[in-house]
């Protein structure tokens, strides 16, 4: 959807010029603001990528624009002309549109990836998200049940799955009825089958809601931060009556953060017991 949305906004329009409004995002080009410039300016985008928090736009000579979203980063596209976003940092003059990178706390940034039309090396590591079409449903579901991990954590492993973060993992385990503490190794092929449809239906929603406009879906894909309060069936819901069985939501701390669940649809693993100390 944003990559649909972005190609054709971007594409078959050579950069006329490039215009560095702040050098924090561009620091990982290590040549430099002006080498960046040079390199791109000129240049066609030829496809419009995504993977995780990343962008990359390849171009028609087998670099590509790399864009690592971050925490607050955008990539908009914009008619000439068009008001200045407070945060702007980068714009690419494309002629008819404006592709703007604008950012207000810059932990993100873009770089020129070195012959990375295909896949740039530095993301090379991060898995597909669920909705893109080739990711792999066996492979995935295969790694899982080899895992000694909980399927909570293995959700938020970029190298099996990208664009599942602790909302959207909340929300897909719930809709699945699996604990998120439930380890790879025990779950049948069937249950991670569905927790990961379950992502897909919840990642759909959240794009859905966030409407078409490119702010609202990079805000989506960025951080989950379009997801919203009446939609959410587990996350924020503590105490709250589950909307399937009325048992209130339970909080409990993962990872520095908390999940949220439902402790009857979706059952903890067993604790095995301690076992008794036989007496003398
Ligand atoms: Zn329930």
């Known amino acids: 959807m944003v990559r649909r949305g972005l190609e054709a906004h971007v594409l078959d329009r050579p950069v006329r010029s490039v215009e560095v409004r702040h050098p924090r995002p561009v620091r990982r080009h290590l040549p430099g603001p002006d080498d960046f410039v040079a390199r791109l300016t000129g240049r066609t985008f030829t496809a419009a990528r995504r993977r995780g928090k990343y962008l990359w736009l390849p171009l028609d000579d087998g670099n590509a624009l790399l864009a690592h979203l971050g925490m607050s980063g955008q990539m908009l596209v914009q008619l000439?002309?068009?008001?200045?976003?407070?945060?702007?940092?980068?714009?690419f003059d494309l002629g008819d549109r404006e592709l703007r990178f604008v950012d207000q706390r810059m932990f993100g940034g873009l770089a020129l990836a070195e012959?990375?039309?295909?896949?740039?090396?530095?993301?090379?590591?991060i898995a597909r998200d669920p909705l893109?079409?080739?990711?792999?449903?066996?492979?995935?579901?295969?790694?899982?049940?080899?895992?000694?991990?909980?399927?909570?954590?293995?959700?938020?492993?970029?190298?099996?799955v990208s664009g599942v973060g602790n909302i959207y993992a909340d929300e897909a385990l719930w809709l699945a009825g699996v604990h998120g503490e439930r380890i790879g190794r025990q779950l049948r092929r069937t249950d991670v089958q569905r927790v990961l449809d379950a992502c897909r239906t919840v990642m759909l929603a959240a794009l859905g809601e966030g409407?078409?406009?490119?702010?609202?879906?990079?805000?989506?894909?960025?951080?989950?931060?379009?997801?919203?309060?009446?939609?959410?069936?587990?996350?924020?819901?503590?105490?709250?009556?589950?909307?399937?069985?009325?048992?209130?939501?339970?909080?409990?701390?993962?990872?520095?953060?908390?999940?949220?669940?439902?402790?009857?649809?979706?059952?903890?693993?067993?604790?095995?017991?301690?076992?008794?100390?036989?007496?003398?």
Do not use: W
């Open 115 to 125: 012959g990375g039309a295909e896949l740039p090396h530095e993301i090379a590591h």
């Open 132 to 160: 893109d079409p080739g990711f792999d449903d066996d492979g995935f579901v295969r790694r899982v049940r080899r895992s000694t991990s909980g399927i909570k954590r293995l959700l938020l492993n970029q190298s099996l």
């Open 211 to 280: 409407g078409t406009s490119f702010d609202a879906l990079y805000v989506n894909v960025n951080g989950e931060s379009g997801y919203f309060d009446r939609s959410l069936e587990a996350y924020g819901r503590v105490g709250l009556p589950c909307r399937r069985c009325g048992t209130p939501i339970r909080r409990v701390p993962f990872m520095n953060r908390s999940s949220f669940f439902c402790p009857t649809c979706q059952r903890a693993p067993r604790v095995p017991r301690p076992r008794a100390v036989p007496r003398g």
């Open 80 to 91: 000439p002309g068009t008001a200045e976003e407070r945060n702007l940092r980068v714009r």
